[in-house]
């Protein structure tokens, strides 16, 4: 049960296949290397017998620092080619990757004394939990979550707090959608989830992509151990319709959402439910076989992000110095400032960062947009090539030691892991600017630990009385 995953036979199989790919591909080294890393992320952060959560958020942020490895192959070029600062893109590359691994060994360092021995399996029975009080449950969380996540943003300091909070309504989802498939009744479950999905769609910031990461990763606990073909092909089909989603939404996205500010440049939507599904479905409809390509450009441009780290290297330290520092000291010394106690802390505008490190002018929040460097860049800000990569290790020490007290402080394997999800959209995304990913991580613990203290007992009681 201590062991940590190895890839098995179709791993194996796959990696194999993998690296043949690679050496018959365009960028032959920057390929075996992109394929080598998350097969090293696997050994270092997944655990057998525990949920795959941190390493899919890992396999994340590797996807933004990896992609455009697998474009460049796609059409034949050079990878420098396929980049807007191509400057420094392979040492940024690979600067990305030996990051992730440092991030991986920081998180190891915790699992390996992490004892899963006495928290079971992920197998449910149907009398485990009461199925009409789960669905109950997740209902009101799903139909009050975007009014207090809207209403937090009234609230000036309990901001972070209360969105952070109700964030945990992905705990309930977590268990609902396990039970459902270990149970088979998961009917009702896919349409409670689709219509979680369309809804996510109508504000300016649509989350449906968060309900793709949690459905695929509740599918490989449930059958990514027995991996029949009856098995495979849920998870291939979640895949697929979440990438063509994705294409589709990244294509009408820029009208859909001049639609939703009505015009103004600002990130908000000042149109209804049912206007706005309107217009989304009209845009979908009108979206030919050149929109799906322009869609599929779009989408790999949006998930790569090492082209600001290639920016920031060309001109930190040449332009501007390193900070030694200042910009991680600046993380935490924020999480010590609440807004509650602190109204007129500072409002940090991650545009006007991007544009001092990167020596490129950016719009910021006055023109209703926010370019951030990603917390890898701004880690090279502080600390230059070789120290970014000790904070980085560091701070995956501080993430695996969150993750170990959650996991050892549930009652089992399968409420801990819910309890975790709600940390994986923190610590998923390349793009994070230092001071949220720090401040979010944060106030998560907290949140957590406010659930734990005054809430998880008594709602456990209820679901499976």
């Not at 990051?99 to 928290?119: C, F, P, S, V, Y």
């Not at 989802?173 to 498939?181: A, D, H, P, R």
């Not at 439910?273 to 217009?279: P, V, Y």
Request: with cysteine; net charge neutral; glycine share 8%.
């Amino acid at each position: 049960m201590n062991k940590f995953r190895s890839p098995g036979k179709e791993g194996t199989a796959i990696f194999v296949l993998g690296i043949i790919y690679a050496i018959m591909s365009y960028n032959t080294l920057l390929t075996i290397s992109a394929i080598i890393v998350p097969f090293i992320l696997m050994k270092l952060v997944w655990r057998k017998g525990d949920s795959p959560i941190l390493f899919f958020a890992l396999l994340a942020q590797w996807v933004a620092v990896s992609i455009k490895v697998f474009y460049a192959n796609y059409t034949g070029v050079d990878f420098i080619t396929v980049h807007d600062y191509p400057e420094h893109i392979e040492a940024a590359f690979y600067l990305g990757l030996i990051g992730l691994i440092a991030l991986a060994i920081g998180i190891h360092i915790q699992l390996r004394t992490l004892n899963l021995e006495d928290k079971g399996t992920f197998t449910i029975r149907e009398s485990d939990y009461n199925y009409s009080k789960l669905l109950r449950t997740y209902l009101i969380c799903s139909f009050s979550y975007p009014i207090l996540y809207a209403l937090s943003f009234t609230l000036g300091g309990l901001q972070q707090p209360l969105s952070k909070f109700v964030e945990f309504k992905w705990a309930i989802f977590f268990l609902f959608m396990l039970y459902s498939f270990n149970t088979g009744r998961y009917k009702l479950f896919i349409l409670v989830a689709c219509y979680d999905i369309i809804i996510s769609l109508t504000g300016y910031f649509s989350g449906f992509k968060d309900y793709f990461f949690a459905l695929f990763i509740g599918m490989i606990i449930v059958f990514g151990k027995r991996l029949k073909p009856k098995h495979i092909i849920p998870l291939a089909l979640i895949l697929t319709i979440g990438t063509y989603f994705l294409m589709i939404w990244q294509h009408v996205k820029p009208e859909y959402r001049k639609f939703l500010s009505g015009g103004a440049e600002a990130q908000i939507s000042v149109r209804g439910t049912q206007e706005s599904l309107a217009k989304l479905l009209s845009l979908v409809l009108e979206t030919d076989q050149e929109g799906i390509e322009d869609g599929f450009e779009y989408t790999v441009a949006r998930l790569s992000y090492i082209d600001f780290l290639s920016a920031t290297m060309s001109n930190v330290p040449e332009n501007v110095p390193h900070t030694n520092g200042k910009l991680w000291t600046g993380a935490f010394t924020r999480i010590l400032q609440p807004r509650l106690l602190f109204p007129n802390k500072e409002v940090i505008d991650d545009s006007e960062k991007a544009s001092l490190y990167t020596g490129t002018e950016f719009y910021g929040a006055d023109k209703g947009t926010s370019v951030s460097l990603g917390y890898f860049a701004e880690s090279y800000v502080d600390f230059g090539m070789i120290g970014m990569h000790i904070i980085l290790l560091v701070f995956g020490f501080i993430i695996g030691s969150i993750y170990k007290f959650v996991i050892q402080e549930s009652p089992d394997i399968v409420v801990g892991s819910a309890l975790v999800l709600p940390m994986f959209y923190v610590i998923n995304s390349f793009e994070t600017a230092l001071d949220k990913i720090v401040g979010a991580l944060c106030m998560y613990f907290v949140m957590y630990l406010l659930v734990k203290t005054v809430f998880l007992k008594p709602l456990l009681n209820y679901l499976k009385s």
